[in-house]
């Protein structure tokens, strides 16, 4: 089993930044690869960031390139996100994901075997 919590959502106005983090316990030496997904209201649950925690370039959807920087702390079993120039249409609840088969990136949300509980972003006009 594998816990994921997340946490650093808030109201934020536009152009502001927020720094979410997602710190694993458990079997986290099993993971492979973890990510950020988000789901605004009445829409479905999207891809934004995915990283291997063995190393190598991030991946990112292209609605969080340049906006958008997702980083690992292996030594703390934590994952961020850096959201950077919010714009409104950011305002979602952010997943964070964890993959146990996967070795790649991957932005099916069928992939992933573990997920936090979410953490509220909103972006204000």
């Known amino acids: 089993q594998v816990q994921l919590v997340e946490s650093g959502g808030g109201l934020v106005q536009t152009g502001g930044s927020l720094r979410l983090s997602c710190a694993a316990s458990?079997?986290?030496?099993?993971?492979?690869?973890m990510a950020w997904f988000r789901q605004a209201p009445g829409k479905e649950r999207d891809f934004v960031a995915g990283?291997?925690?063995?190393?190598?370039?991030?991946y990112y959807a292209d609605s969080a390139k340049g906006r958008f920087t997702i980083s690992r702390d292996n030594a703390k079993n934590t994952v961020y996100l850096q959201l950077n120039s919010l714009k409104p249409e950011d305002t979602a609840v952010y997943y964070c994901?964890?993959?146990?088969?996967?070795?790649?990136?991957?932005?099916?949300?069928?992939?992933?075997?573990?997920w936090g509980q979410g953490t509220q972003v909103t972006v204000s006009s």
């Open positions: 994901a964890a993959a146990l088969t996967y070795r790649l990136v991957v932005v099916t949300k069928g992939a992933y075997d573990y």
């Open positions: 458990g079997r986290t030496f099993s993971v492979y690869t």
């Open positions: 990283l291997r925690m063995s190393g190598g370039s991030p």
